[in-house]
């Protein structure tokens, strides 16, 4: 059996005292996690229980899981809502925002403003 057979699975209550990812710093426990297992390259996370996760928690989640090229990282168990905002950060990494975007408006006069003349 090879080592990308054997599952292994971390229940994220088990590693955390509250069902939420509130910031970028609780991620480390999610590293240390993967850091602790050596027979395996398959880590399925369990999100049961799990019901938020801020937008920088799982934009740091996402990085950490690209930075293990030799294991294959995998979650289950989210509710909708970790879902979205998980697709939604990979998303945002594999089209960036423009860099060079300037905001650039046009000036009108208070008076057409409110004439509707523009």
């Not at 996370?45 to 938020?52: A, G, H, Y």
């Amino acid at each position: 059996m090879s080592n990308s057979s054997i599952v292994q699975i971390i229940h994220v209550r088990d590693i955390l005292p509250i069902p939420m990812l509130s910031s970028r710093g609780v991620i480390k426990y999610f590293d240390d996690a993967i850091k602790k297992i050596k027979h395996t390259d398959l880590i399925a996370f369990d999100f049961s229980d799990i019901e938020f996760i801020s937008r920088s928690a799982a934009a740091e989640l996402v990085s950490l899981k690209e930075s293990y090229k030799n294991k294959k990282i995998v979650y289950f168990a989210l509710n909708d809502y970790l879902s979205d905002i998980l697709r939604s950060v990979a998303a945002s990494k594999v089209y960036p925002k423009k860099e060079n975007f300037k905001f650039n408006p046009n000036r009108a006069p208070l008076s057409d403003l409110l004439s509707g003349n523009c």
